[in-house]
């Protein structure tokens, strides 16, 4: 009588995986009934016995794949300044990384998403031009002193706008308005941002009762 099945290949192994044409070492085994069941460089992923050929036993085309660290130095939602934008304020709405490679270099670039506090208005960055409030912020309050006039008459305008001017915002528009300020105002505790939280409540109450008289 033959003994217990034993798994084709041992922890360490290097084999390719046919279904990928991709090269790994395996890193666990583990096994289901009668079926042995492969783990490739800690993945998680599980590849049956049949998929998977020793690297020198394997006479096909292989894919070369690298693994890429990429460092996202700041997050989305987070408020920063901009080099050559001077006291404008900008807030991290996306982030992506475009990968270049060429015979004998590569690199990766990693661009940022903004958009301006006080109009709303996108830009694309490199993140080497993204200067985090938390790294001065001593020259961050006097940058945010600097627009405090502008910014408050710009959404008040929209709060509050005269016949004639342009549509209301909506509420998805005034709810980032109150997330803006409100973050401004933890950041600085200057009351007029609290003023500006306030008065964007109010227009979300006069949204909501129109809309439920209607």
């Avoid at 693994?67 to 001077?86: N, T």
């Avoid at 998403?113 to 006097?142: N, Q, Y």
């Amino acid at each position: 009588m033959s003994g217990p099945k034993r798994p084709k290949f041992s922890v360490g192994d290097i084999v390719v995986n046919t279904l990928y044409g991709t090269v790994g070492t395996i890193t666990d085994i583990q096994q289901s009934d009668d079926t042995f069941l492969y783990e490739i460089n800690h993945s998680r992923s599980l590849f049956m016995e049949h998929m998977l050929v020793l690297l020198s036993d394997f006479t096909g085309d292989l894919w070369i794949t690298e693994e890429i660290e990429v460092e996202l130095p700041f997050f989305l939602g987070e408020i920063v300044r901009v080099r050559d934008y001077g006291d404008h304020l900008f807030k991290v709405v996306g982030v992506r990384t475009e990968i270049y490679r060429y015979h004998g270099e590569g690199w990766e670039e990693t661009i940022y998403e903004l958009k301006r506090l006080i109009d709303g208005w996108e830009i694309e960055v490199h993140m080497d031009d993204m200067i985090p409030l938390a790294d001065d912020e001593e020259t961050s309050i006097i940058l945010i002193q600097n627009i405090v006039q502008s910014a408050p008459m710009k959404a008040y305008a929209l709060l509050s706008p005269a016949e004639g001017e342009a549509k209301l915002p909506s509420i998805d528009e005034l709810l980032d308005m109150y997330n803006d300020y409100k973050f401004l105002y933890e950041w600085f505790r200057d009351e007029r941002y609290k003023q500006m939280m306030e008065t964007v409540v109010e227009r979300l109450q006069m949204m909501a009762n129109y809309h439920n008289r209607n």
